[in-house]
């Protein structure tokens, strides 16, 4: 067998493997969790746009790849709204009264309509004078994890993958959230403080889509491992060349553009759903 469908159903949702075993003509499958995941295999690859309506109205996530080397040793993640619920960025602006303009300008950021430094400048331009006080407050009181994330991180880390936070956000949040989740390293953008508060100045030079690549590529060649053995993940426009680069490359409940081009999607799961895609069962999940 060359290829394996891994199906994903999502909380309250459930598989019925023989079913769509038949429908999609799998020569075998196997559970990897009985009722919640399946890996199906075949010789030719399935056409999933015949079957993708079907599986996204009784939510359930696919990852078709090939068979060999599905454990990945490298997971290299972007940080808002892919290992946290919340965009850093438009918290911040909330302390400012200025949450809503931000977060549009994030929006359209992120689903590729604006050049990502001039959009990234233009917001935290509108933070200056913020007391850096803020950031902290921010993250106690409004930043929480993205269900899954630590399980993903501390299995694959406990597995022997090496594990990168790369963000187009700010240091202060992504040195805390590897901390809280077990990734060995991180990288992102600085913010410019000066006398207790912000300047609105980001310090160049600035972390951005072909940062995350450059990232990739790097600590692949740093671990000795091939791109086609690096899991990547990311929502917005500046995580798709890494993602395209990646041997499994996911658009983790993304902006649509970012699912329009991307190989690969999760869309009704949580972060869980790739330990499933590289066939790890749930009885082999650390935290």
């Given at each position: 067998?060359?290829?394996?469908?891994?199906?994903?159903?999502a909380?309250?949702?459930s598989?019925?493997?023989?079913e769509?075993?038949?429908?999609?003509?799998?020569?075998?499958w196997q559970w990897l969790?009985e009722?919640?995941a399946?890996?199906?295999?075949?010789?030719?690859?399935?056409?999933?746009a015949?079957?993708?309506?079907?599986?996204?109205?009784?939510r359930?996530?696919t990852?078709l790849q090939?068979?060999?080397?599905?454990?990945?040793?490298?997971?290299?993640?972007?940080m808002?709204?892919?290992?946290i619920?919340?965009?850093?960025?438009?918290?911040?602006a909330d302390c400012?009264g200025?949450?809503?303009?931000?977060?549009?300008?994030?929006?359209r950021a992120?689903?590729?309509?604006l050049?990502?430094h001039?959009?990234?400048?233009?917001?935290?331009?509108?933070?200056?004078?913020?007391?850096?006080?803020?950031?902290?407050?921010?993250?106690?009181?409004?930043?929480t994890l993205?269900?899954?994330?630590?399980t993903l991180?501390?299995?694959?880390?406990a597995?022997g993958?090496?594990c990168l936070?790369v963000s187009?956000g700010f240091?202060f949040?992504t040195?805390?959230v590897a901390?809280?989740?077990?990734?060995?390293?991180?990288?992102?953008?600085?913010?410019?403080?000066?006398?207790?508060?912000l300047?609105?100045r980001v310090?160049?030079?600035?972390?951005?889509k072909?940062?995350k690549l450059?990232?990739?590529q790097?600590?692949?060649a740093?671990?000795?491992?091939?791109?086609?053995a690096?899991?990547a993940?990311g929502?917005?426009a500046?995580?798709?060349?890494?993602?395209?680069?990646a041997?499994?490359?996911?658009?983790y409940?993304?902006?649509p553009?970012?699912?329009?081009?991307a190989q690969?999607?999760?869309n009704h799961?949580?972060?869980?759903?790739l330990l499933?895609?590289?066939?790890?069962?749930k009885?082999?999940w650390?935290?």
């Amino acid at each position: 067998m060359t290829h394996v469908l891994t199906l994903i159903a999502a909380d309250g949702a459930s598989l019925n493997s023989a079913e769509l075993a038949s429908s999609f003509g799998a020569a075998q499958w196997q559970w990897l969790d009985e009722s919640v995941a399946a890996d199906f295999f075949f010789d030719q690859p399935p056409v999933l746009a015949t079957y993708r309506d079907r599986l996204d109205a009784a939510r359930i996530d696919t990852i078709l790849q090939p068979v060999a080397g599905r454990e990945k040793r490298l997971l290299i993640s972007d940080m808002d709204s892919t290992m946290i619920a919340q965009e850093c960025i438009d918290e911040l602006a909330d302390c400012v009264g200025l949450k809503p303009q931000v977060a549009a300008i994030t929006e359209r950021a992120m689903n590729g309509e604006l050049d990502f430094h001039t959009a990234l400048t233009e917001r935290v331009a509108l933070l200056k004078d913020l007391p850096e006080t803020a950031l902290a407050e921010v993250f106690a009181q409004r930043i929480t994890l993205m269900p899954g994330a630590r399980t993903l991180v501390q299995t694959m880390r406990a597995r022997g993958a090496y594990c990168l936070l790369v963000s187009g956000g700010f240091t202060f949040f992504t040195r805390r959230v590897a901390e809280a989740l077990g990734f060995h390293a991180e990288e992102a953008n600085r913010l410019e403080i000066t006398e207790g508060k912000l300047t609105g100045r980001v310090i160049a030079p600035i972390l951005d889509k072909q940062s995350k690549l450059t990232a990739l590529q790097q600590t692949a060649a740093v671990q000795g491992c091939a791109t086609e053995a690096v899991l990547a993940l990311g929502d917005g426009a500046n995580d798709l060349p890494m993602l395209l680069a990646a041997g499994l490359g996911v658009a983790y409940h993304a902006k649509p553009a970012v699912q329009q081009a991307a190989q690969h999607r999760i869309n009704h799961t949580d972060l869980r759903a790739l330990l499933y895609a590289q066939a790890i069962p749930k009885s082999e999940w650390t935290a």
